[in-house]
């Protein structure tokens, strides 16, 4: 168990929706990532906070957006969900700036 | 573009013998290099993880080898057990740019008893 943790476990929604996948950190973890994982286009990046600040983007589309809680808790959102955004979304955390990144065990969505 | 390459994309061994996965980066700037384990339905976890300024790092029967001037790194798992089956990902990041992982493709390793 590392510490992460991610709700829902399991997301079923259709296409034209919005979801809010929820992620907690390790406990006194500043950073949270966010990772994409999908058979086409593997294990990517979406986007990283730190101390409720926004640190680096990398390939999030326009239709997502984040941010981190001052109780440093991280929100996914997903607008106007396609097929194509059917993943396993996973956050990441770390104690500082640069530090061993722990994941949670992931949110698996599935858009019909 | 792929800024990390992973090979094989999957590798079949026998128990006790040598796991060999091998990855290889473009980007100069990396200064971070773990390795992730991952098992099905289970978020990656890290296994082991060096940094150029060595050559090779040891832990347990893990072992990354680094050859900064080819770009390229290696993890070799050694008395390769059936519960080492999993999938195992390289990655690279910039630490001074918040670490944010560059994965590789993965690779799915058997571990036949």
Known sequence: ?112 | QQQVKQSPQSLIVQKGGISIINCAYENTAFDYFPWYQQFPGKGPALLIAIRPDVSEKKEGRFTISFNKSAKQFSLHIMDSQPGDSATYFCAAAIETSGSRLTFGEGTQLTVNP
Do not use: M
């Open chain 1, 1 to 112: 168990d590392s510490g992460v943790t991610q709700t829902p476990k399991h997301l079923i929604t259709a296409t034209g929706q919005r979801v809010t996948l929820r992620c907690s950190p390790r406990s006194g973890d500043l950073s949270v990532y966010w990772y994409q994982q999908s058979l086409d286009q593997g294990l990517q990046f979406l986007i990283q906070y730190y101390n409720g600040e926004e640190r680096a983007k990398g390939n999030i589309l326009e239709r997502f957006s984040a941010q981190q809680f001052p109780d440093l808790h991280s929100e996914l959102n997903l607008s106007s969900l396609e097929l194509g955004d059917s993943a396993l979304y996973f956050c990441a955390s770390s104690a500082r700036w640069s530090e061993t990144q722990y994941f949670g065990p992931g949110t698996r969505l599935l858009v019909l």
